[in-house]
T-cell receptor
């Protein structure tokens, strides 16, 4: 079985550009989570979905961040416009009944 | 709200030394507790878990016991190896039904030959 798939694995962009991170959860999982990892703040939960519906987005740092889950097999996290302080590793995770998997992460660098 | 506190790193040990990484939690309800490991340049892997009080999770020589009375879930290993060098995260899963994980800050472990 494939695990959580994230793309791209690495993204380098310039300040002000739009960035879209993608996630394909494990088939059959009904919850999806986006995390951000930085040296300063550790692992932060940004937003999570259940059955494609956003449940809690209180962790989204600013209005520049948005996330969607148009169907059970795909989610995006978008940053527009991006800023250097958004540089981090972004992880996607999915779960079903306590069984969860993490993606390999997308390392974002905003210059 | 729910939170996890773990000891600050880095923890530096010699090979075959005993490891303890402390973790305490604050939660309403009855959370499940986890230790995740992140090797350099990689994502998070589940190391072990415990779902109720007095449960002991174990894997790869690591173990942790869910202590409700002290709200703790300390990670231990009797003899560490260089290959154990990684960042270790303690986490809890709330009982709210969505299984969201709340992580501690992470503890970096460096094991030297």
């Amino acid at each position: 079985d494939a695990g959580v798939i994230q793309s791209p694995r690495h993204e380098v962009t310039e300040m002000g550009q739009e960035v879209t991170l993608r996630c394909k959860p494990i088939s059959g999982h009904n919850s999806l989570f986006w995390y951000r990892q930085t040296m300063m703040r550790g692992l932060e939960l940004l937003i999570y979905f259940n059955n494609n519906v956003p449940i809690d987005d209180s962790g989204m740092p600013e209005d520049r961040f948005s996330a969607k889950m148009p169907n059970a097999s795909f989610s995006t996290l978008k940053i527009q416009p991006s800023e250097p302080r958004d540089s981090a590793v972004y992880f996607c995770a999915s779960s079903l009944a306590g069984v969860r998997g993490f993606g390999p992460g997308t390392r974002l660098t905003v210059l | 709200g729910d939170s996890v506190t773990q000891m600050e790193g880095p923890v530096t040990l010699s090979e075959e030394a005993f490891l303890t990484i402390n973790c305490t939690y604050t939660a309403t309800g009855y959370p499940s507790l986890f230790w995740y490991v992140q090797y350099p340049g990689e994502g998070l892997q589940l190391l072990l878990k415990a779902t109720k009080a007095d449960d002991k999770g174990s894997n790869k020589g690591f173990e942790a016991t869910y202590r409700k009375e002290t709200t703790s879930f300390h990670l231990e290993k009797g003899s560490v190896q260089v290959s154990d060098s990684a960042v270790y995260f303690c986490a809890l899963s709330d009982s709210g039904g969505y299984n969201k994980l709340i992580f501690g800050a992470g503890t970096r472990l460096a094991v030297h030959p």
